[in-house]
């Protein structure tokens, strides 16, 4: 049996990135970046007007001056490379190119026209020298980092590349996560429960969890019978980047999951973490290409384990930074207990709490803190940690794992 910490840094030791591949853009949200990038272009590409108005010079538009307006316009689109002459007021829309001899852009909000042909304008309210002006490389100039290695990528990144006019990017690719449960008992949703069955719940609730962490979730099921998981186990491991399997890792007559993956070549790591809920965990490796993690069958423990222990490998395997032994794929919070919390175990155990953002992330144990108690899981907001033989007193400050 191994510590969480242990098991954790050995699974992570395991794992690599993956294979680096271009998608287009519109298909990279939320992958990470696999290269860092610069910019290819200055933004703005030119300087260009922020407004619909006028460019003028900024020294003859004061309050009350009159400007000719000249008899061409620049709008959005080729630059025409016209030359603002002085005394001359030319219109231009936002977006469009500033004409040579022009220094600020008057809003048409602060002009008004002379006469009724609207030969000439006046000045309401004047304007500063390069005012309404966004000036060429204001934003990013040429050469300058816009994407780094490990960044998450966001649709706001997305309209960042595209503007630097780059169609495709690379990122990490995405796990093949086969999903194994196993067990005589179990059928699935829709289908008709049987005397003695019960519905599989681990099957659905591990795939969303892959695919929260942006693996690809493949679902298989298994009977408790050698021939049955063998053949299950086999497919699952020649398919995939990942396999996952829940139940039947145990000591149990019918837990077959150990002794069949030793008889494909699965190696295994380790075997047991010291931990509560999920002591009978297994983790090995196949052809050195296959991460293989048994989980405890109790969905409780599942999912505890998956996150402990199997979601950070599938975040190291997607490229995110930041991955470390220290951090289960759940995102952390400090809270302060609402009551006090005692481990009379020698595990050290996760427990299933609400927690009150509105106060201060108040934290209080919720439901049935058992190993097959789905409700009071999926009504927790959090896990909070108690280490073995661990006493905290109400109002002390812990961390806790969003889930
Ligand atoms: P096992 O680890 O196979 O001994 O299973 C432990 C407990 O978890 C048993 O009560 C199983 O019925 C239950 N269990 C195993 N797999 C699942 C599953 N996929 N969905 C719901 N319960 C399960
Ligand atoms: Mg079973």
Same mark, same amino acid.
């Given at each position: 049996m191994?510590?969480? &910490?242990e098991?954790r840094?050995r699974i992570?030791?395991s794992t690599?990135s993956?294979?680096?591949m271009?998608?287009?853009?519109? #298909?990279?949200?939320?992958?990470?970046?696999?290269?860092?990038l610069?910019?290819?272009?200055?933004?703005?590409?030119?300087?260009n007007?922020?407004?619909d108005?006028? /460019?003028v010079?900024?020294?003859?538009?004061?309050?009350g001056?009159?400007?000719?307006? /000249?008899?061409?316009?620049?709008a959005a689109?080729?630059?025409?490379?016209?030359? &603002?002459k002085?005394?001359e007021a030319?219109? +231009?829309f936002?977006g469009a190119?500033?004409?040579?001899?022009?220094d600020?852009? +008057? #809003?048409?909000?602060d002009?008004e026209?002379?006469?009724d042909?609207r030969? /000439?304008i006046?000045?309401?309210?004047?304007?500063e020298l390069?005012e309404?002006?966004?000036r060429?490389?204001?934003?990013v100039?040429?050469g300058q980092? +816009?994407?780094?290695?490990?960044?998450r990528?966001?649709?706001t990144?997305?309209?960042? &590349?595209a503007s630097q006019g780059l169609?495709?990017v690379?990122i990490f690719?995405r796990?093949?996560?086969?999903?194994?449960?196993?067990?005589?008992e179990?059928?699935?949703?829709?289908?008709?429960l049987?005397? $003695?069955? +019960?519905?599989?719940?681990?099957g659905?609730m591990?795939? @969303?969890?892959?695919?929260r962490?942006?693996g690809?979730?493949?679902r298989?099921h298994?009977? %408790?019978?050698r021939?049955?998981l063998?053949?299950v186990?086999e497919n699952?491991?020649?398919?995939g980047?990942?396999?996952i399997?829940a $139940?039947g890792v145990?000591?149990?007559?019918r837990?077959?999951?150990?002794?069949? &993956?030793?008889?494909?070549?699965?190696?295994t790591?380790?075997?047991r973490?010291?931990?509560?809920?999920?002591?009978p965990?297994?983790f090995?490796r196949f052809?050195?290409?296959?991460?293989?993690v048994?989980l405890?069958?109790n969905p409780?423990?599942?999912?505890?384990?998956f996150s #402990?222990?199997?979601g950070p490998?599938?975040?190291?395997w997607?490229g995110?930074?930041d991955?470390?032994?220290d951090q289960?794929?759940?995102?952390?919070?400090s809270?302060v207990l609402g009551t006090?919390?005692?481990?009379?175990?020698?595990?050290p155990?996760? =427990?299933r709490?609400?927690?009150?953002?509105e106060?201060g992330?108040?934290i209080?144990?919720f439901?049935?803190?058992?190993?097959?108690?789905v409700h009071?899981?999926a009504? @927790? %907001?959090a896990l909070?940690?108690?280490?073995?033989s661990?006493? =905290?007193q109400s109002?002390q400050?812990?961390?806790?794992w969003?889930?």
């Amino acid at each position: 049996m191994i510590e969480e &910490l242990e098991a954790r840094k050995r699974i992570l030791e395991s794992t690599s990135s993956g294979p680096v591949m271009w998608v287009p853009i519109s #298909m990279a949200v939320d992958g990470v970046a696999a290269e860092t990038l610069g910019a290819r272009l200055d933004c703005p590409v030119f300087d260009n007007s922020s407004m619909d108005g006028y /460019a003028v010079r900024a020294s003859e538009c004061r309050t009350g001056d009159t400007l000719n307006v /000249a008899g061409q316009v620049q709008a959005a689109g080729p630059d025409l490379d016209l030359i &603002l002459k002085p005394g001359e007021a030319l219109r +231009i829309f936002t977006g469009a190119a500033i004409p040579r001899g022009a220094d600020a852009v +008057i #809003m048409q909000e602060d002009v008004e026209f002379v006469d009724d042909e609207r030969t /000439a304008i006046r000045i309401v309210e004047g304007v500063e020298l390069a005012e309404n002006i966004r000036r060429r490389g204001s934003d990013v100039c040429e050469g300058q980092r +816009i994407l780094s290695k490990g960044e998450r990528i966001k649709p706001t990144t997305i309209g960042l &590349l595209a503007s630097q006019g780059l169609p495709n990017v690379p990122i990490f690719s995405r796990p093949m996560v086969n999903i194994v449960t196993t067990g005589d008992e179990l059928v699935e949703t829709g289908e008709w429960l049987g005397e $003695g069955e +019960i519905y599989n719940s681990n099957g659905p609730m591990l795939t @969303a969890a892959v695919e929260r962490l942006g693996g690809i979730a493949a679902r298989f099921h298994a009977m %408790d019978d050698r021939g049955h998981l063998r053949s299950v186990l086999e497919n699952a491991l020649h398919t995939g980047d990942f396999v996952i399997i829940a $139940g039947g890792v145990s000591v149990g007559d019918r837990d077959f999951v150990k002794e069949t &993956l030793t008889d494909l070549g699965v190696t295994t790591e380790f075997w047991r973490v010291n931990v509560k809920p999920g002591k009978p965990f297994v983790f090995g490796r196949f052809e050195d290409r296959v991460s293989v993690v048994g989980l405890p069958g109790n969905p409780v423990s599942a999912f505890v384990t998956f996150s #402990m222990f199997a979601g950070p490998a599938i975040q190291k395997w997607l490229g995110k930074k930041d991955v470390s032994a220290d951090q289960p794929a759940l995102e952390s919070f400090s809270g302060v207990l609402g009551t006090d919390l005692e481990n009379r175990g020698d595990r050290p155990h996760y =427990l299933r709490v609400k927690v009150d953002r509105e106060n201060g992330n108040r934290i209080t144990p919720f439901g049935v803190q058992q190993s097959h108690a789905v409700h009071g899981l999926a009504q @927790a %907001d959090a896990l909070v940690r108690l280490a073995a033989s661990e006493s =905290l007193q109400s109002g002390q400050s812990v961390t806790g794992w969003w889930i």
